[in-house]
């Protein structure tokens, strides 16, 4: 009886180990798995900021060509400088001057003019117009009516000073 128990005993023994030999090695084969998964994801992430790194470097390389070729890019914000307006000053007069409004309701209607606007301090109307061509352009556009009222005293690529050809007009 002993050596049914003995072997009973040894034969649960045998089957626990060979349980946990069976576990271990099914731990073995994942912690195998979870290690070659790990590995397999660094080389894809290293693969893949490799590609990136190129795709990059390959822009710039193929931006550089292009400059070469055709010159620079033109700057988009750089359009939009103050060489698109053109500002006329008229100083010593009053705010409600019919001829300064006419005049600014005239420039609004020359072809190429976007936007006028008027301010007026101390006595001076200043007048920004959107206009990307010259000032002397812009006034070559003014009708004989008005061109007769004001005097040009100073013009510059973009800007115009103008007085009136007549002081009484000024007190209208």
Do not use: C
Not at 140 to 162: A, Q, R, T
């Amino acid at each position: 009886m002993a050596l049914i128990v003995f072997s009973t005993a040894f034969a649960q023994q045998n089957s626990r180990q060979e349980k946990r030999s069976r576990v271990n090695k099914v731990t073995k084969k994942v912690d195998d798995t979870n290690k070659k998964i790990n590995d397999t994801n660094k080389t894809f992430n290293s693969a893949t900021d490799s590609i990136a790194q190129t795709v990059e470097d390959t822009k710039k390389t193929a931006e550089r060509i292009r400059n070469a070729i055709f010159g620079p890019k033109k700057d988009k914000t750089k359009s939009k400088k103050n060489e698109e307006f053109v500002q006329i000053q008229i100083p010593n007069t009053t705010y409600g001057n019919p001829s300064s409004s006419e005049l600014q309701n005239y420039l609004s209607k020359i072809k190429g003019v976007k936007k006028v606007s008027k301010s007026f301090a101390n006595g001076e109307i200043t007048m920004t117009i959107v206009y990307k061509g010259s000032a002397d352009e812009l006034w070559k556009n003014i009708p004989n009516g008005l061109y007769n009222i004001f005097v040009v005293k100073e013009m510059k690529e973009k800007y115009i000073l103008l007085h009136f050809e007549k002081q009484d007009l000024n007190k209208q």
